[in-house]
């Protein structure tokens, strides 16, 4: 399967009008079905994946809000951060004023090549884990089967 391309245009007043790419989500996978796919791939059952999955959700939300980054190896970094308004000087910045929301980021794990891997240079980045070999195809051009 592919990433699926929705090609909106910019129709905000103050935009430029162009054409832009979206990904296009037909479906989403709950934790139920998540479960399932990862018990079809190691020796334990279905609900304990499943509770595995939940007590995970629970326990990544606790951290963040407590303002931890999260690292899942081969995975990548789930971490809060903030959005807010600048103020005139340090005094003036004021946590109900200023903060105005927080977002989770995250951030794919990476592989670095072998000449910059001993030096810790991010430089040397040469792939992110989970964006190596996605493919595209537009939205217009899915073929819907009718249904019977």
């Known amino acids: 399967m592919a990433i699926i391309v929705d090609v909106r245009q910019d129709k905000r007043k103050s935009g430029n009008k162009l054409w832009y790419g979206h990904a296009w989500h037909p479906q989403i996978m709950d934790t139920r079905a998540l479960a399932a796919r990862v018990q079809e791939n190691v020796s334990v059952k279905e609900s304990d994946v499943y509770a595995v999955l939940i007590e995970l959700a ?7 809000q407590n303002g931890t980054k999260i690292s899942l190896d081969r995975f990548g ?10 103020a005139v000087s340090k005094k003036d910045f004021s946590i109900t004023a200023n903060i105005k929301d927080t977002v ?8 670095r090549d072998k000449k910059n891997a001993a030096t810790g240079k991010t430089s040397g980045l040469s792939s992110r884990a989970l964006d190596a070999g996605f493919h595209y195809i537009l939205k217009d051009q899915i073929v819907e089967e009718p249904e019977p």
């Open 58 to 64: 629970n326990v990544l939300t606790y951290e963040m």
């Open 77 to 86: 970094y789930f971490y809060p951060m903030l959005r807010s308004t600048g």
């Open 104 to 111: 989770i980021k995250f951030t794919p794990f990476f592989t």
